[in-house]
């Protein structure tokens, strides 16, 4: 599913990667761990084609993204790469369906065709009653939710989660977790996660350990 080779990235004379050698097979959640400042946001990065390595050859779903241009490359993220962020990144002047089906609209889809994905999401993560709501008036929970209903919704190959329960509470963020699992019990989803929650990294079918830009363990 993902395949990462020789790895490296700089940021002028502070190189961020060195030499990352990784696999994730279809279906697995993976955990992504290590100290601030190890390089865990930039690798997620690099996967989720939102930054360019400076070496080093990646393929995703059989496609090699590092060969492409960047029309290709936004194209290609829209529809095979789903993103979860910490803070949600919901768009506030819209509804819960509304946000769930932007980049459904984004892909060309039709919007009859991207409503009817929406609903069937929130539907699937129990939102049906909160689809007309706004971002102002969900909980912290539900826009996580709404959040992975919209990373969903192309249906992509893999979901990349940066933190995505780090500003929840303990309730929601088992909730978040569990819903990870399921979705991947599911929709045979793969899930690749960077998080400091010990707990969250101890599901997961593997964690990968970065320090200083290198990976040290893989568990």
């Known amino acids: 599913m993902i395949r990462l080779e020789g790895i ?12 990352i050698h990784l696999e994730i097979a279809k279906g697995e959640v993976v955990s992504i761990v290590g100290p601030s400042g190890a390089g865990k946001t930039t690798l997620l990065q690099i996967i989720g084609t939102l930054d360019r390595p400076d070496s080093g050859t990646i393929c995703i779903d059989g496609v090699r993204t590092d060969r492409m241009k960047e029309r290709e490359l936004s194209a290609f993220r829209n529809r095979r790469i789903g993103f979860v962020f910490q803070f949600h990144q919901l768009l506030p002047e819209f509804t819960a369906l509304e946000n769930v089906m932007i980049p459904a609209l984004i892909a060309g889809g039709a919007k009859t065709d991207a409503r009817t994905a929406a609903l069937d999401m929130l539907t699937m993560l129990g939102l049906t009653d909160r689809a007309s709501h706004k971002p102002n008036e969900l909980s912290g ?13 192309n249906r992509p190959a893999v979901v990349l989660a940066d933190e995505p ?17 399921d979705l991947r ?27 200083d830009g290198a990976i040290v363990q893989t568990v």
């Open 8 to 19: 490296n990235k700089s940021f002028g004379d502070l190189q961020v990667l060195r030499d």
């Open 141 to 153: 929970g539900e826009k996580q939710r709404v959040a992975v209903a919209r990373a969903l919704i």
């Open 165 to 181: 329960s780090g500003s929840l509470d303990s309730r929601n963020k088992a909730e978040l977790h569990r819903l990870f699992f």
């Open 185 to 211: 019990d599911r929709l045979g989803q793969t899930f690749v996660i960077v998080t400091h929650d010990e707990t969250l990294a101890t599901l997961t079918d593997r964690t990968i350990h970065l320090k």
